[in-house]
Structures are given as C-alpha cells and as structure tokens.
C-alpha cells in the first residue's frame, strides 16, 4: 500500500455498501403521503416498518411535498428538516456539505437507491450535495445519531438514504422545463414503462446559469451547468426472485473563485471544476413469506479536474467498489431477525495521495415485539480489516405507542469512524502524514414523544445527546491532520404539522443544537445554535395552490469570520390548467435579504422563476 504504513492503513474504518433493501422495501409499501403511524419507514431497520413501531429519529419526505414547495436541490430539502443543517458557498454549484446535529459532513452517510455515494477523495470522505438536483426522487429519509451497526462508518452523525422513482404500470412521460432570474434554464424528460414481468425508468436532466459572484466581494459572474441521466430497471425472474439494475452519470462544469496574487485575497478568479460522477449496481433479491435476502453489488466513481484560465491545475478521484448480502426472516408476528455481510474497497488519488483500503464486515439485528404497543431493536456489528483488531459497535431502540395519540422513543447507539484516506496520508508541507491519527468514536441517546392533540394537528419533541471522542481536524502548524480532544453536541428538535382544513397546511421545524469542541468550548464551525422554518401551503381551489416559507438561520462561526444570523421568505404558487399540465412559479429571498451561508462567499438576492411541467 502506498504512502502509508501498514498499520494505519489498518486503522481506516470506510462506509460500506449500505441499504440493498431500501429502494425494494419502498417499492413494496408505498408510504402514505399523509404520514402518521401508517407511513412506512426503511431506512432505520433496513426493512419497511410502520413509523410508530421506530424507535429511531427518522424524518421521511416526499416526492409530493418537494413537487409542492418547488425545491430545485437535496440540499435546499434536507435544510429544511430538523437536526439539519447546510453549509454551502453560494447558490448553484456551490459546494454544500450536511451537518447532522452538528457532526461534520464526512460524519454522515449518503446513500442512493442503497449506493453509498460519499466521495473517497474528499478530505473527510463526505458528500457534496452541489449537483444532486431532486429530480426523479420519490422519497428521502433522514435517520439521526449514531448509526454504525447497520451503515458502517461515515455514520456517525447519521444517513441520508435517497430513493428513486420507479415505473408503474404501463406507459408514461412526463417532463419540466423553468426558467427565470441568474439565466436560469432547467429542464428534466423522464420515460417509463413497466408490465407484467420488466420494468424500466429513464430520466435526462439539465440545469444552467450565470450565477453570481462567488466571492462576496467580487463582480464577475460565476455560471453552473449541470447534465444528469439515470435508469432503474428491473425484471421479475418468479415470483419470489427479482433481478433490478441501478445507473446514474453526471456531468457539470462550475465557475469558482480563489485567492488570485499578489493579494492572495478571495476574489474573481478564472478558475473552474468539472466533476463527472457515476454509480452502477447489480442486485438480485427474494421475497418470501417470511425470508427476503438480497444480493447487492455497486461501483461509485467521482472524478474532479480544476483549471485556472483552461489550464489544468490538478485533479481528484475517488472510487468505490462493494458487495453486501444479507436476509431478514420473520420467526413471529412479534420477533425477527436481519443479518449481513458487507464488504468494500475505497481508493483516492488527490494532492500526492494515492492510496487504496478494503475492509469487511458483519452484523445482527433482531426486532420484538413483547406485546401490542411496544416495539424493541438491538443489534451489532464487527468489522475487519489488514492486520487491525476490528472494532465492534451497538444499537438498541425502543417505541411506545401509550395511547391512539401518543408514541414515546428512545434510541442509544455507538458510532466508529477511522481516518479519510486523505487525513492519514497528507501533509501541507510535503512531509508523511501523521502516524498517531487515531480513529474517531461517538456515542448518542436521544428521546421523544410525538403528540396527536386533535386529528389535524401533531407534534413533536426530540431531546439529544451525543459525544466523539477523537474528533480530526486540519492543524496548520503541522500541516496535518490532527484529533482534537472532544466534541459534544445535545441539544432539541421540535417538529409540528396542523392541517385545519383541507385546503390548508402549515409545518414548522426548530432546532436548538449546542455542539462544542471540549478542548477549547467553542461552538464547532458552520453550525447555528439555533435554525428553523415555518411552512404553510393553502389551495383555495383545487387546481390552484400558494406557499410561503420562513428560514432562519442563527448566528455561527466559521474560519472566515463569524456569520450573522438571518431570515429569508421564499413565495411560490402553481396551477393545473389540465390533468396533464401545470405551470409554476417561485419568488426565493423575497425580501432582498443579504446574508453569507459561509464567509466569504455570497448568496443570491431577490429571484424569480416560473415553469411548466407535463404529465403523459
């Protein structure tokens, strides 16, 4: 191996391949749109399971709902949720990383369609959410705290597990085209079709701007052009066996800013990044009366070129190749059991580094019910790897339904995450990597009750608590990577939904999250103390909708500068001229509001746009 020892090569702890189950189990419940305790979560057992009977923190959107607020990005969805929040330098094609109460992006897992799609060859292995536009999505679950038993690593703050639209029976088309302020054109032109036995989906999609400055201080546009395809087929081998197919490719090219001589100050630059990625996976599935196995096999690639003035500056590749099989067999209405193995090989090839890792691993869960009402999980999981010991994590959950109205939660979980390979292995300087990197582990309770006052209004409150010792971070004086001492972040989510009438909704969300680093008691970087959002949608008549949406987003610090609380208004309404189309149209930052999501950079002012969607 190169560029590193033997025993850290050891020490590094990748996400495996995760959820085979997920886009399958979804494909058989469909959730309720409604929600409530009929909607049908996978994502925390890896199995579809009502959501009174979770005990885990899970917040489920869906394809409806990102239609109806007129979302364009996952980041703009999941910045919207409680427990989340978003850092992201400017608008479209800016890179946007998740903090999952407050656990760094390279903490948190991203799976779609059950492809862990995290980037090797980022500095923390996280995902940049900057070209993943929501077309084509159904649905997205986030699964909150520590969840390594099931997921691997990376999963230490929690996962974000994508799901895609599937064909339905028959034939369909359907498309959108939109355009409006920035130079914006976006566009997507989906076909589907599905019979007895195959099915098949195919989505193209484009997005294009001008942009704005980057840099807050500076004047030159910086434009963002995006193409995406995707597919999804399946074939029904009998009737317990299913064969399924999963392909998706991007390709964008965006303009950036840098920190040009003699001032070396973030300015106009004439820099760009092209970033190509690609996710493939092969999986053969059964489901019988009691036993669903599955066999999954899946291949990430992101590729990322700089230049500056059309000369190439350097590069970054980061691929991934995994294997998992596991079974889930029911012995009881009241007891079943889910285990696994998983195995994965990660590379990087970034700023000198080029470097390899496999490792292997199993795990265990069981599911009881003692009786009606209440719902108990525990599992556990071992993973492997080149001459290290391994490291074993645990899991257990619980949900109380007390009343028709009322379910109570508690889940508490160990969390294990090793070194990036770019943390072991690289050096400001020039000089190896830092050999003592020790690997970073977490542990978390949280606990809610969820409340149903009357049949149109619901509630409810998460408290949180969650600890990492060994937390990496950069060290300019070594030029390396580094563990501070401590982290700690605890905190509450308040999540409520009223629906007096038909024809109105209203949803509001807040996060209180007080993450600190012990060794110094600062508020880790890039995240609020305190954000949320107020949601209404009301439909007056049954073609025609409006919406509004308050974001806040508190004070936070950052290596820029302190960045200032604040508030902005997004508008939007839409109206269904026939079955087959409807037009649309948004006001994002109504009130012309200034802000920096991170220092330095800007975000755009008032923007409209309006659109068309088809429906064949």
């Given at each position: 191996?190169?560029?590193?020892t033997?025993?850290?090569?050891?020490?590094?702890?990748?996400a495996?391949s995760a959820?085979?189950?997920?886009?399958?189990?979804?494909?058989?419940?469909?959730?309720?749109?409604d929600?409530?305790?009929?909607?049908i979560i996978?994502?925390?057992?890896?199995?579809?399971?009502?959501?009174?009977?979770?005990?885990?923190?899970?917040?489920?959107i869906?394809?409806?709902?990102?239609e109806?607020?007129?979302?364009?990005s996952?980041?703009?969805?999941?910045?919207?949720?409680?427990?989340?929040?978003?850092?992201?330098?400017?608008?479209?094609?800016?890179?946007?990383?998740?903090?999952?109460?407050g656990a760094?992006?390279?903490?948190?897992?991203?799976?779609i369609?059950?492809?862990?799609?995290?980037?090797?060859?980022?500095?923390?292995?996280?995902?940049?959410?900057?070209?993943l536009d929501?077309?084509?999505i159904?649905?997205?679950?986030?699964?909150?705290?520590?969840?390594?038993?099931?997921?691997?690593?990376?999963?230490?703050?929690?996962?974000?597990s994508?799901?895609?639209?599937?064909?339905?029976?028959?034939?369909?088309?359907s498309?959108?085209?939109?355009?409006?302020?920035?130079?914006?054109?976006?566009?997507?032109?989906?076909?589907?079709?599905?019979?007895d036995s195959?099915d098949?989906?195919?989505t193209?999609?484009?997005?294009?701007?001008?942009?704005?400055?980057r840099?807050?201080?500076?004047?030159?546009?910086?434009?963002?052009?995006?193409?995406a395809?995707?597919?999804s087929?399946?074939?029904?081998?009998s009737?317990?066996?299913?064969?399924q197919i999963?392909?998706?490719?991007?390709?964008?090219?965006?303009?950036?800013?840098?920190?040009?001589?003699?001032?070396?100050?973030?300015?106009?630059?004439?820099?760009?990044?092209?970033?190509?990625?690609?996710?493939?996976a092969?999986?053969?599935t059964?489901?019988?009366?009691r036993?669903?196995q599955?066999f999954?096999?899946?291949?990430?690639?992101?590729?990322?070129?700089?230049?500056?003035?059309?000369?190439?500056?350097?590069?970054?590749?980061?691929?991934?190749?995994?294997?998992?099989?596991f079974?889930?067999?029911?012995f009881?209405?009241?007891f079943?059991t889910?285990?696994?193995?998983?195995?994965?090989?990660?590379a990087?090839?970034?700023?000198?580094?080029?470097?390899?890792?496999?490792?292997?691993?199993?795990?265990?869960?069981?599911?009881?019910?003692?009786?009606?009402g209440?719902s108990?999980?525990?599992?556990v999981?071992?993973?492997?790897?080149?001459e290290?010991?391994?490291?074993?994590?645990?899991?257990v959950?619980?949900?109380?339904?007390?009343?028709?109205?009322?379910?109570?939660?508690?889940?508490?979980g160990q969390?294990?995450?090793?070194?990036s390979?770019?943390?072991?292995?690289?050096?400001?300087?020039?000089?190896?990597g830092?050999?003592?990197?020790a690997?970073?582990?977490?542990?978390?309770?949280?606990?809610?009750?969820?409340?149903?006052?009357?049949?149109a209004?619901t509630?409810?409150?998460?408290?949180?608590?969650?600890k990492?010792?060994?937390?990496?971070?950069?060290?300019?004086?070594?030029?390396?990577?580094v563990?501070?001492?401590?982290?700690?972040?605890?905190?509450?989510?308040?999540?409520?939904?009223?629906?007096?009438?038909e024809?109105?909704?209203?949803?509001?969300?807040?996060?209180y999250?007080?993450?600190?680093?012990?060794?110094?008691d600062?508020?880790?970087?890039?995240?609020?103390?305190?954000?949320?959002?107020?949601?209404?949608?009301?439909?007056?008549?049954e073609?025609l909708s409006?919406g509004?949406?308050?974001?806040?987003?508190?004070e936070?610090?950052?290596?820029?500068?302190?960045?200032d609380?604040?508030?902005?208004?997004?508008?939007?309404?839409?109206?269904?001229?026939?079955?087959a189309?409807?037009i649309?149209?948004?006001?994002?930052?109504?009130?012309d509001?200034?802000?920096?999501d991170?220092?330095?950079?800007?975000?755009?002012?008032?923007?409209?746009?309006?659109?068309?969607?088809?429906?064949?």
């Open positions: 191996m190169k560029g590193i033997a025993r850290r090569r050891a020490s590094r702890l990748k495996l959820s085979s189950l997920i886009a399958f189990c979804a494909m058989l419940q469909p959730a309720l749109a929600g409530g305790d009929d909607e996978v994502s925390a057992t890896r199995t579809p399971q009502r959501a009174a009977e979770v005990g885990a923190s899970v917040t489920v869906e394809a409806p709902e990102i109806l607020r007129q979302y364009e996952v980041s703009d969805v999941l910045r919207d949720t409680a427990g989340v929040s978003i850092a992201r330098n400017t608008s479209f094609g800016g890179v946007s990383s998740v903090r999952i109460r760094a992006s390279g903490q948190s897992l991203v799976m369609d059950g492809i862990v799609v995290n980037d090797p060859s980022a500095p923390s292995g996280g995902f940049d959410f900057a070209n929501v077309v084509d159904e649905r997205i679950e986030i699964l909150r705290g520590p969840q390594s038993i099931l997921y691997g690593a990376d999963a230490i703050g929690g996962v974000v994508i799901i895609t639209k599937r064909a339905e029976q028959g034939v369909e088309a498309g959108f085209m939109e355009g409006g302020s920035l130079g914006l054109a976006r566009g997507a032109a989906t076909i589907a079709a599905a019979g195959l098949g989906r195919l193209f999609s484009g997005t294009r701007t001008d942009g704005i400055s840099a807050a201080i500076g004047t030159e546009k910086d434009g963002f052009r995006s193409i395809t995707s597919f087929g399946g074939a029904q081998l009737p317990e066996w299913r064969a999963i392909a998706r490719y991007g390709d964008s090219r965006a303009e950036i800013d840098g920190y040009a001589p003699p001032t070396y100050a973030f300015d106009d630059t004439d820099e760009t990044q092209d970033t190509e990625e690609l996710a493939l092969g999986r053969l059964q489901q019988g009366e036993l669903y599955s999954t096999v899946a291949y990430n690639d992101i590729t990322r070129t700089y230049r500056n003035a059309g000369v190439f500056q350097s590069n970054a590749q980061g691929e991934r190749i995994s294997a998992d099989y079974a889930r067999y029911e009881s209405k009241r079943s889910l285990v696994g193995v998983e195995a994965e090989r990660s990087a090839t970034v700023s000198g580094v080029d470097d390899a890792m496999k490792n292997v691993s199993v795990f265990a869960l069981a599911e009881a019910k003692p009786f009606d209440l108990l999980s525990a599992g999981r071992h993973d492997e790897f080149d290290f010991d391994g490291a074993t994590t645990g899991r959950t619980a949900a109380f339904e007390a009343g028709p109205s009322t379910i109570i939660r508690a889940s508490w969390g294990f995450r090793a070194p390979i770019f943390q072991l292995n690289y050096n400001l300087y020039g000089g190896p830092n050999p003592d990197l690997p970073e582990r977490s542990e978390a309770f949280d606990a809610s009750i969820e409340q149903s006052l009357t049949d209004f509630a409810k409150v998460t408290l949180f608590h969650q990492i010792r060994n937390q990496i971070d950069f060290d300019y004086p070594s030029g390396g990577y563990n501070i001492a401590r982290t700690r972040s605890r905190g509450v989510e308040v999540e409520a939904s009223w629906r007096p009438v024809a109105v909704s209203a949803r509001l969300q807040y996060t999250v007080d993450a600190i680093d012990r060794s110094t600062l508020q880790l970087l890039r995240q609020p103390k305190h954000s949320g959002g107020l949601f209404v949608d009301v439909s007056p008549i073609k409006f509004a949406s308050l974001i806040v987003n508190g936070e610090r950052d290596s820029g500068g302190d960045n609380a604040w508030a902005r208004v997004d508008v939007r309404a839409s109206y269904a001229l026939t079955d189309l409807e649309y149209g948004r006001v994002e930052n109504a009130g509001k200034s802000y920096q991170v220092a330095g950079y800007a975000e755009p002012g008032r923007a409209a746009f309006c659109g068309v969607r088809l429906r064949l």
